[in-house]
């Protein structure tokens, strides 16, 4: 074989090869394209539907990424790589990568969990995995947390559904629960009437259910009452703030004193 026969071969190789890797090229990027177009139009769909925000965002993710499996697979075929041989390594190495990663797929598990029982949606604020803020977003594998003093927190959806989870604005209505004390020497039904009162001159209180005042204990140094109205979920920070500090002020126009710890210290001198 002279030469030039070696030199054609070759070319002919190199030509064959550079097309087969331009085609998988064009296979993969234009698969990326229609799989995240697919997606927007399944979200789109799903959104027509007045299906939750939080389900959408889990769909969305689970069908792009399933989409981009099989967008790799035709792109590999296009090499000239064996599919067959090539989801056999991909099994075992995915199994191998199971085991390494457990908690991440448990993770996954969890996530699947969270969207679909749904123990609170994005918007919600919640307490859960030790975090206390609004929703965010829920993907696979974490949930994003907004806390009051505006940090984002990313918990492990594990974590979420192995501890308790508290849907605080998952309810319309809330109910406060104050507790105020006053003197021995104070009176009772004065203390109760300003508690009364108070309540009422709040409009953002409901009537119904019934605001609730009563001595709830006798204390070593105070009688305390349980002062509990009902406000919209909405409402419930600035009602306790408001009213807190509506109540001291009338029971310090009323010259009723709220007790606070204190020490009395008797010295006594020693004769000789």
Avoid: C
Wanted: hydrophobic share 50%.
């Amino acid at each position: 074989m002279d030469l030039k026969t070696i030199t054609e071969q070759i070319m002919v190789y190199v030509t064959d090869y550079a097309w087969n890797i331009l085609g998988a090229i064009l296979i993969f990027f234009i698969g990326k394209y229609v799989a995240r177009k697919l997606t927007n139009l399944l979200g789109k769909l799903l959104k027509r539907q007045k299906i939750d925000e939080t389900l959408i965002q889990f769909l969305d993710n689970i069908s792009y990424y399933a989409l981009m499996i099989v967008v790799l697979m035709a792109t590999a075929d296009q090499l000239g790589v064996d599919t067959t041989s090539f989801l056999a390594i991909f099994g075992a190495a995915g199994l191998a990568v199971g085991l390494a990663l457990k908690d991440s797929l448990g993770n996954f598990a969890s996530g699947v969990m969270l969207v679909f029982f749904r123990p609170f949606k994005i918007g919600d604020v919640v307490t859960a995995g030790g975090v206390t803020g609004k929703i965010e977003s829920i993907s696979v594998f974490n949930t994003v947390f907004l806390t009051f003093d505006n940090q984002k927190m990313i918990v492990p959806n594990g974590q979420i559904t192995n501890d308790v989870i508290t849907n605080i604005n998952a309810n319309p209505t809330r109910r406060l629960d104050l507790v105020f004390g006053i003197g021995y020497e104070a009176d009772i039904l004065k203390a109760k009437a300003i508690f009364k009162a108070s309540m009422l001159a709040d409009p953002r209180v409901l009537k119904d259910p019934k605001p609730l005042v009563a001595v709830s204990e006798l204390a070593d140094s105070s009688v305390n009452f349980f002062v509990r109205p009902w406000v919209k979920t909405g409402d419930y920070w600035d009602v306790k703030f408001d009213l807190t500090e509506k109540i001291k002020l009338a029971l310090d126009e009323a010259g009723i004193s709220i007790p606070f710890p204190q020490t009395d210290v008797h010295l006594y001198q020693k004769s000789d």
